[in-house]
């Protein structure tokens, strides 16, 4: 099966807005509800191999989209993101070598699944609890570490914690699709304008 540009960018849009949403609650708790729910299902989509069947309707990833615009413009306005985004990237390198994390991140998925069922919302509190603590005993471990700065009020929250690293999570996973769509750092090089048009395509 053949993979557009259009599909590499909006995996990368599923890490952009993942990550927007951890630096919204790390500064402020709060987040928001729709683009927790999109970053939260893609998790539990770990079969899915197109952004479509990852991330459902595309306009899901408009804040995604949008970010990437403005990057690819130099108008980024947090350029903490930018630097996020790269330790994601280079963290999934490392976790796709690791056979025990991945089992170990698999079974928790799974688990996790079946409580959001049994609660009938996947961005239940006690599922973002699951998938953040997760994420502390699997992924966490591994380098680089994600390092999240933020409000110290919020960030010594269980809650916020927990939503935090449910993020990351969801984060790691749109890079894992990102590299099984066909991307890699010679995107952001050789690649850089057709992702540019890719970006305005999908926000038209």
Do not use: C
Not at 167 to 180: D, F, I, P, S
């Amino acid at each position: 099966m053949s993979f557009t540009v259009d599909d590499r960018v909006l995996a990368l849009a599923g890490i952009a807005q993942a990550l927007q949403q951890v630096r919204r609650i790390a500064d402020t708790g709060h987040s928001d509800a729709a683009a927790v729910r999109t970053a939260v299902d893609s998790v539990f989509r770990v079969d899915a191999s197109s952004p479509q069947a990852v991330f459902g309707d595309p306009q899901a990833l408009k804040a995604g989209l949008r970010l990437l615009h403005n990057y690819f413009r130099n108008q980024g306005q947090d350029p903490v993101l930018p630097r996020l985004a790269l330790a994601v990237l280079q963290l999934e390198r490392r976790f796709v070598r690791e056979a025990a994390t991945i089992d170990k991140v698999s079974s928790g998925i799974e688990r996790a699944q079946r409580q959001a069922g049994e609660l009938g919302d996947s961005a239940h509190p006690d599922v973002l609890a699951s998938l953040g603590g997760l994420y502390a005993d699997t992924i966490s471990h591994l380098k680089p570490r994600v390092m999240v700065q933020g409000n110290p009020h919020y960030l010594g929250q269980a809650g916020v914690v927990a939503e935090i690293r449910a993020l990351l999570l969801a984060a790691v996973r749109a890079a894992v699709l990102w590299r099984q769509l066909g991307g890699s750092y010679w995107d952001f090089l050789i690649g850089r304008r057709a992702m540019v048009e890719a970006v305005d395509r999908l926000l038209a």
